[in-house]
């Protein structure tokens, strides 16, 4: 199995794991569980591609993902106690993070190619890395976390976002200016989860 | 009258209905009223279509039934005063039941003439039958009813999805796939309402 | 700097203000005001566009919008209370009333370009008009306020779509039906703030 591979379906667990547990502390059903979880980990990127009307989702092409957080979904509730005592939160929060890196440049790539403004590109990047969050939290009736808790997320995803937009300005190649904005959004997120930063108006 | 046309129109009017009713709660006014009405008959096909990215709507095209519904809302505070007494609720349910049945089948149908894989197939049935009253709950600011009442809702709606699905795998005549699922559906529903069962994470 | 160029920069300005505002009033931090700000300024617009299949969105093509509101959400909080100092609360009424006007009827336009039904564009023309502020209330976890409040707010708008469409059928020049429909709005909406009318369902 590649890399690419094993990175990308570990960064929509942790966005189905993440809805699962928002799901379950809400009490909800089977039905609300897979529906929140699906939400999380596609809502980003799906709601990119409705803004950038591209077609097909990913997880149309994908079915498989879409299936397996079915299967994930009927099993849910001993899965997650069980996960929450094998996983350490720092695995979940690096996965995360590598999540964040990839999902942004991915959604800065998508802007591109569909010919979107450099701020806009940017905002997209941001958009596809966050707002799975934010739409699960919408149906969770939660003001989004990541608007409120004034932790450096999107902001370290707007950057990453941006240090890319720049360097494909100066001709840096694009594997390159990829795989080092993705990283350098992902030590970010490390780095303030690990120093407990703040920023913004509080 | 056709036959067809009787249930389409009982189908929104019923979508409608729940709407009116959610909004009467929340003590919105007549601009509220209407779009949680028009949101909740319309909502889930609406979604379905952005998302296949199909146009026009089902409303753009029979734009009688939005103004059907803004006039209905004009009159909809005496009206469900009215209507309760009259329409018992095991009427209300039963039409609810019938409208599932055929929103969730013409959801699968649209999917697959779009080209979608079976799962999502499945998924897109769904979304167009319970979706109404997920948009419905989000704008009246509550988590979707459909995702923590534990009762076999959705689950009915999916059940009936593969169902068609696998018939048409088996090459059974479309006409038939259709109309014994969207029964299934309802009949289903209408059995889980009667035995007042749950299902799911509790 | 042209008329229509002072007009449509206040309209979106206004839109921002409010929800700066909300956002604050909710505690978010700079990612939240900065979405929020966006969501009420081009929500309505971007919902018309999408319904429509309409593009490239308003703030594609205009970046630099985007640009200043992320510009003033990063000064928003100090800026908050400045504006309130100086800006009295009469001008933000009228400010959101000439937009209201605006909004309504270029959403009419766009509904009418897009071969809509009449009633259809009249919706689209209100969509456009509230759907910003409502798209806030939902992101804020609030009903929305304009569904609520029992002010003719998204009456006007309605009113005002009416008119359009009525004096392009009487073959009246479109540029007079526009500017005369926009104003009529406007002039509704401030008479109808003046003198605190109310309607609808309470």
């Known amino acids: 199995m590649s890399l690419i591979?094993?990175?990308e379906i570990s960064a929509i667990l942790v966005g189905a794991f993440s809805g699962f547990i928002e799901a379950r502390r809400k009490r909800m059903d089977l039905v609300g569980v897979f529906t929140v979880?699906?939400?999380t980990a596609f809502g980003g990127g799906?709601?990119?591609d409705l803004l950038l009307d591209r077609r097909p989702f990913f997880w149309v092409v994908h079915q498989e993902y879409a299936i397996l957080i079915f299967v994930l979904a009927l099993i849910a509730s001993p899965l997650i106690?069980?996960?929450r005592q094998i996983v350490s939160e720092n695995l979940i929060v690096v996965a995360d993070a590598i999540g964040l890196g990839l999902f942004t440049i991915a959604g800065v790539s998508a802007a591109l190619a569909s010919e979107m403004p450099v701020f806009i590109a940017a905002m997209m990047g941001v958009i596809t890395g966050i707002f799975g969050g934010v739409l699960?939290?919408?149906v969770c009736n939660e003001v989004p976390m990541v608007f409120r808790d004034g932790k450096p997320y999107a902001i370290c995803s707007f950057i990453g976002?941006?240090?890319y937009l720049l360097m494909l300005q100066f001709d840096i190649s694009n594997d390159f200016a990829l795989w080092s904005s993705a990283t350098v959004i992902t030590g970010l997120r490390l780095m303030s989860w690990k120093f407990d930063?703040?920023?913004g108006h509080r």
Chains 1, 2, 3 share one sequence.
Request: proline fraction near 0%.
């Open 197 to 199: 930063m703040r920023i």
């Open 37 to 39: 979880a699906f939400i």
């Open 81 to 83: 106690r069980k996960l």
């Open 5 to 7: 591979l094993i990175i």
């Open 161 to 163: 976002s941006c240090m």
């Open 46 to 48: 799906t709601l990119r």
């Open 136 to 138: 699960r939290d919408i």
